[in-house]
């Protein structure tokens, strides 16, 4: 995109790229600490406990290929998590088990920030595949100028999903650490262990919105640059 030659384009984002730097060497520091400590569960016990225990047993939990690629499905009603997470008896894996499992009961709870999250994925989705298009085409044609802004229309909706996401991750890490410390899954040792790692993976979500606020500030200085 024309953005990576212009110049101020990184001076401009440079902050929310460290931050993210910074935030994945966290996350890989506390998540491979916590993978050496034993935890009394595996991953998939411990989000069946979590689970059983919020009368969710209708919540299914299935083992997906791939590192960190945990996720809750709300329209299906399905807790997958990586295999080291599954079969893991360790501190590491019981922390984001019980982090997806944050999810699942966010959704049986009608948490509001989960559901306008899930209905604004499409939109975000979207946004995010075309809205640097659109402004690129504007950008090059001026006849299509409006294009421009069209653009930046669609990428606010990746802007407003990156905020209401916010709110949701910090509330299933919370939902979490609660959980396993309620149901004994960890002592409070444990405790510091799993809030190293859940905390720092909040810390990625955290720079991916910083990232797409500014994006969005540069495309509208951009496009007031060029009305001007």
Do not use: C
Request: zero cysteines.
């Amino acid at each position: 995109m024309f953005m990576h030659f212009d110049p101020m384009y990184l001076p401009f984002l440079a902050p929310a790229l460290l931050l993210a730097l910074w935030a994945q060497m966290r996350v890989h520091s506390a998540y491979a600490a916590a993978q050496q400590l034993p935890a009394s569960l595996s991953g998939a016990a411990a989000a069946r406990h979590v689970l059983d225990s919020a009368g969710l047993n209708d919540v299914v939990i299935e083992q997906i290929p791939g590192q960190l690629s945990d996720h809750y499905d709300p329209r299906e009603k399905v807790l997958r998590l990586s295999a080291d997470v599954y079969q893991n008896h360790t501190l590491a894996a019981v922390g984001i088990a019980a982090h997806e499992a944050g999810h699942a009961i966010q959704d049986a709870a009608h948490y509001a920030p989960l559901a306008i999250r899930n209905a604004a994925v499409p939109v975000a989705s979207f946004g995010s595949g075309f809205s640097m298009i659109l402004f690129f085409i504007g950008m090059l044609a001026p006849w299509l100028s409006w294009l421009m802004w069209a653009g930046i229309a669609l990428f606010a909706g990746v802007v407003f999903f990156q905020l209401v996401n916010l709110p949701v991750e910090f509330n299933a890490s919370t939902r979490a650490k609660d959980q396993l410390v309620a149901l004994g899954i960890v002592d409070q040792q444990g405790l510091v262990e799993v809030r190293k790692v859940l905390d720092a993976a909040a810390w990625t979500y955290v720079a991916a919105t910083l990232q797409a606020l500014m994006t969005l500030l540069y495309l509208v200085m951009r496009a007031g640059g060029r009305r001007d």
